[in-house]
């Protein structure tokens, strides 16, 4: 977040073509004068990072709900609070997400990293405005998910851990599918469990900490798993349990 330019979210939303003519008019005079400005309009104008499908629930119920429109959401016309939770998680996801690599032991070595600088921008209202989903919903947004990885993931039930499902998402990390369930507790910032397929072998759970997060990690039938927060270890080693217990056989 410290490397986020002062005038972010005008330049974010510059590149995004949401300004007015005169707005457009000031954030070319900005890039012009200031070199960091510049630079930051670079590395979002090359992202391959896919926002509208990063930040959609992927999952559109033609009986009672309408698809997301995300660029709408994502420019300064909303809320103060709202607008900066969901600008930093963009802007961020941009070099986290998709810094591409032909290394796949790098991106074993330091995916936790990542997720980890990821999950540091979530405040509770990044999920809370995520509608309840009901069962069928989830089925299908399970299912969805589970084909990004080739199979086999399974959305956990981590409410005896009072930790409430509110939204799932598909991410990019090295050109490879990352899945993030976020979940919110009663109090405090939200959960995340973040799956990839890297085909290791199984590996029970172990603790750790990462940008200052807590985390447990562990791999099953193919996936790897960290579940991933600023909580209390022992609320993260319950939940892993059970999440491990609840995948796919």
């Not at 009072?162 to 369930?181: A, T």
């Amino acid at each position: 977040m410290d490397n986020l330019h002062p005038q972010a979210e005008l330049l974010l939303a510059y590149v995004d073509k949401q300004l007015s003519d005169k707005e457009i008019l000031e954030a070319e005079a900005l890039v012009a004068k200031d070199p960091e400005a510049a630079a930051f309009v670079k590395t979002l104008g090359v992202s391959e990072l896919p926002f509208a499908e990063s930040f959609d629930f992927l999952l559109e119920d033609e009986s009672n709900s309408t698809p997301i429109n995300i660029k709408s959401k994502r420019s300064w016309q909303i809320p103060a609070s709202m607008a900066a939770s969901l600008l930093l998680g963009l802007v961020v996801g941009y070099g986290i997400f998709s810094n591409k690599t032909n290394n796949p032991d790098h991106m074993t070595a330091n995916w936790i990293t990542e997720v980890a600088n990821y999950q540091l921008l979530y405040v509770r209202e990044t999920v809370t405005p995520a509608p309840k989903l009901n069962n069928q919903q989830q089925v299908a947004l399970q299912e969805k998910l589970s084909k990004a990885l080739n199979g086999g993931l399974h959305i956990p039930d981590l409410s005896k851990q009072k930790l409430d499902f509110r939204r799932g998402q598909l991410l990019d990390i090295n050109g490879q599918p990352l899945v993030q369930l976020a979940y919110l507790p009663d109090d405090g910032l939200p959960v995340a469990l973040c799956v990839l397929r890297n085909d290791a072998e199984d590996s029970l759970p172990k603790s750790g900490e990462s940008r200052g997060l807590s985390y447990i990690e562990w791999s099953k039938n193919g996936l790897s798993y960290v579940l991933i927060g600023k909580t209390d270890m022992k609320l993260l080693e319950s939940a892993a349990l059970s999440a491990l217990n609840q995948s796919a056989i």
